[in-house]
């Protein structure tokens, strides 16, 4: 597994060795061994999630107060998505930065946002599968959202045509709110 750090050294890029050939591919998505000495961090995953969505679904950003805060292990199945990191640490010199990736069924990247960052990812292909590990449990009562589109931010969403958002998402708060 090759380890990069991103503009906000804290967000890793990571991709691993895949062994190819005609019959398909094998990889190994995840090693606590490996992981550690990669990154030297001691994350503990609790919670694995799945989910689908169709093109323009734009899911974020999303993140949970303390003691819920999540780091989320990220990895697109299917598809391609673009994947934003925004640093919401008050205290943090990179408050308000974010990183955005593409994350593809293809490239096989997987993205490293640690606690007390939002997350969200816009839908570029037809469809895609996003898998995830977190670090911690979803706790509904210490979810948070920022609104996708926060002029303060200013994240460069890729152009893909209408951007369909949840309820939740569609009333988000600024950043300056959070």
């Known amino acids: 597994m090759k380890v990069a750090k ?9 991709e691993p060795e895949v062994f190819a050939d005609e019959r398909g591919f094998f990889l190994e998505s995840f090693n606590q061994k490996t ?5 030297g961090l001691k994350s503990s995953f609790v ?6 969505s ?20 990220v990895r697109c199945l299917f598809g391609e998505v673009f994947d934003v990191a925004v640093d919401i640490r008050r205290q943090s010199p990179t408050c308000g930065k974010w990183v955005g990736i593409h994350l593809t069924a ?17 839908v ?22 920022i ?12 152009d893909c045509g209408e951007i369909i958002l949840s309820p939740k998402d569609r009333n988000a708060a600024n950043f300056v709110e959070v």
Request: net charge negative; glycine share 6%; charged share 25%.
């Open 35 to 39: 992981w550690e000495a990669e990154t």
């Open 6 to 14: 991103s503009t906000i050294p804290e967000v890793l890029i990571l």
């Open 147 to 158: 609104r996708w589109d926060d002029p303060i931010l200013g994240v460069d969403w890729p």
């Open 54 to 73: 169709t093109k323009g679904v734009l899911r974020g950003l999303h993140y949970q107060l303390s003691p819920a805060s999540q780091g989320k292990l």
């Open 106 to 122: 293809e490239n096989k990247r997987q993205l490293w946002i640690p606690e007390g960052f939002a997350h969200g990812f816009l």
């Open 47 to 52: 919670q694995d999630n799945h989910s689908r």
């Open 124 to 145: 570029l292909s037809d469809f895609a599968e996003i898998f995830y590990k977190t670090t911690n449990y979803y706790a509904p009562e210490y979810e948070r959202c």
